[in-house]
């Protein structure tokens, strides 16, 4: 942080009193122009400093770390506009997992349209990767999606009105509800159930919490609308949680409902995201034989395979204009 100007550095960063205590709960850092960034968090303002000028990163720069299109429009105020972003999942790591679910397809020979019932939808990153994966055999049509939120059914209904956004709290949406919002069956069920109880970064109060439980719901409509295939994400800090057997409990709610399960942590970098974003993705499905995790498409170094090196932070936004602040 020494090469910050002193406007920048917070008074809540300085240790202070004989014994120096207090200072940074997070770090603050500058980005580089090379080097992906660090995880992109709902505190935008409080950990990223532009690569090159004396100022926080704006959220569409950081909006373009999480590989969201220029274009692409967040609504709500300044708070809600960071959680969309800082919580999203990398457009390219989700577009990375789709084509491998169109080899899935492919290899059932079950071409054509697939419908994506989507839960926790939040800005919608998992959705625009698997509409980004789609091909002349298979497309990807999210046609429900979801969130408890108002601000992203905002954003939703803004961006992709197609995807028909429904408001509500899973705990009080029931399957059937959702069938006679749709009035169609899903090919795909994916989501990804609030993470903060399991974040590395926050407390890991896991199943203490209510939201800890909420992949339960999650589960529950997915054994009553059976789709082919399921995709799950969290944060990689599930597989670490000590005070519950988390992934076991995940592993036989679904072996209960009749599906195989795998798991594995992906680091959004290793797909072309700009940033070095842990994520853990599960996969279920009445067959499994057929799906297999993306093999990485950049590496941090020169490599004897020619894969591109990853894909700098600012780098990701260096064609944006000069910011424009509003008052």
Known sequence: MGDLPSYLQHESFVRTGKKKTGGPNMRLVRLEMDK?????????????????EDRYI??????????????????????????????????KMAEAIGR????????????????????????????????KASGSDVQFKTVFSTDIEDYVGQTINFNRPEWNFCLSDIRNLSPQEVRQFTDCEPDIIMGGPPCQSFSVAGKQKATLSPLGNLYR????????????????????????????????????AFEDIGYDLIHRELLAADYGTPQKRRRLFFVAAKNLHYFQFPAPTHTENDNLLGLPCYVGAGESFKSLGKPIYRD
């Open 36 to 52: 992906p960034s660090l995880t992109v968090t709902a505190y935008i303002f409080n950990k990223f400093v532009h690569p090159v």
């Open 58 to 91: 704006t959220p569409r720069e950081a909006a373009c770390l999480q590989d969201f299109p220029v274009d692409f429009e967040f609504k709500g105020n300044l708070g809600q506009i960071h959680k969309q972003i800082g919580n999203a999942v990398p457009v």
């Open 100 to 131: 491998e679910v169109k080899k899935y397809f492919k290899l059932l020979n079950k071409s054509g349209e697939k419908k994506i019932f989507s839960y926790f939808t939040g800005a919608g990153g998992l959705d625009i990767g698997f509409e």
């Open 217 to 252: 719901d999650y589960i529950k409509h997915i054994a009553e609308l059976n789709p082919e295939i399921v995709i799950m994400e969290n944060v990689y800090g599930l597989a670490q949680v000590k005070s519950a057997n988390v992934i076991s409990n995940i592993y036989n």
